[in-house]
């Protein structure tokens, strides 16, 4: 943590004061890092005593100030600011669940991860640009799976506005021209103007572009009770 900068460094203190106890340091679990490779990831549970937080780290390896932050960032989101989860009602959790938790929160932590690390501009834009890639080959073989239309949607709607000035936005777009959904896409766009910033609102907007039920998830709060999903974005 003491590879941070002050202001995150209050983050962490403010963060580890409404917990009750010292943000765990944990190493990334092996089925962790083979799902997200070599980055670190937050862990935030709920028990008696209030939200414990553990930062997993891949062992061996001393990830980048921004990467710690862009953590840290996560945490804050849900224990101090008060972010919703979204959570299946039964079964166990799918891909496109966290996928939906992560893009929701990335719209709010990656503009203040650059704002603090201008560098994470271009990690960002190049993590972005390794999905795109992926997408395009995706598409070759399968333009009309749901998944890839899906992870698509939210790609388009995450750079537009945390990288504004994203270089490959252009071929995103062909891509979402040749797919047919560019109605889609500006949909998305439309309804998260509407939800005006407020999470509920823009988890439940990607349940429904997603053609996922919203009756099928509650919204999580650290240390409140669950609360159905709006069916609608007034
Ligand atoms: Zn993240």
């Keep these: 943590m ?4 002050s202001a995150m460094q209050s983050i962490v203190r403010e963060i580890e004061e409404r917990c009750g106890r010292a943000i765990g340091l944990r190493p990334l679990p092996d089925n962790f890092r083979m799902a997200m490779g070599d980055c670190p990831a937050i862990q935030i549970e709920g028990d008696y ?20 932050a862009h953590e840290i960032l996560h945490a804050k989101d849900v ?10 009602r039964t079964g166990s959790p799918a891909l496109v669940d966290t996928a939906i938790n992560n893009d929701a929160a990335h719209l709010g932590i990656i503009p203040q991860e650059i704002g603090v690390f201008p560098e994470a501009e271009a990690f960002w ?5 390794r999905g795109l890639r992926d997408f395009v080959d995706r598409a070759k073989s399968d333009s009309r799976n749901s998944a890839l239309r899906n992870d698509i949607l939210r790609l388009r709607l995450v750079t537009s506005l945390v990288l504004p000035r994203w270089p490959h936005a252009g071929q995103l777009q062909d891509l979402i021209i040749k797919l047919n959904i560019a109605n889609d896409a500006a949909s998305l766009r439309f309804a998260h103007e509407k939800a005006g910033g407020r999470r509920l609102h823009i988890l439940s907007n990607f349940v429904r572009f997603h053609r996922l039920k919203p009756e099928d998830y509650v919204a999580l709060y650290v240390a409140s009770a669950p609360v159905r999903l709006p069916a609608h974005c007034d």
């Excluded at 937080?53 to 710690?68: C, F, K, Q, R």
């Excluded at 008060?82 to 299946?88: F, M, S, T, V």
């Design 2 to 5: 003491n590879i941070l900068p």
């Design 49 to 68: 005593r209030g939200p414990l937080v553990n930062l997993m780290i891949p062992s061996g390896l001393t990830p980048p100030a921004h990467m710690i």
């Design 79 to 88: 224990v101090l600011d008060g972010a919703p989860i979204l959570q299946r």
């Design 125 to 129: 834009s190049n993590d972005f640009e």
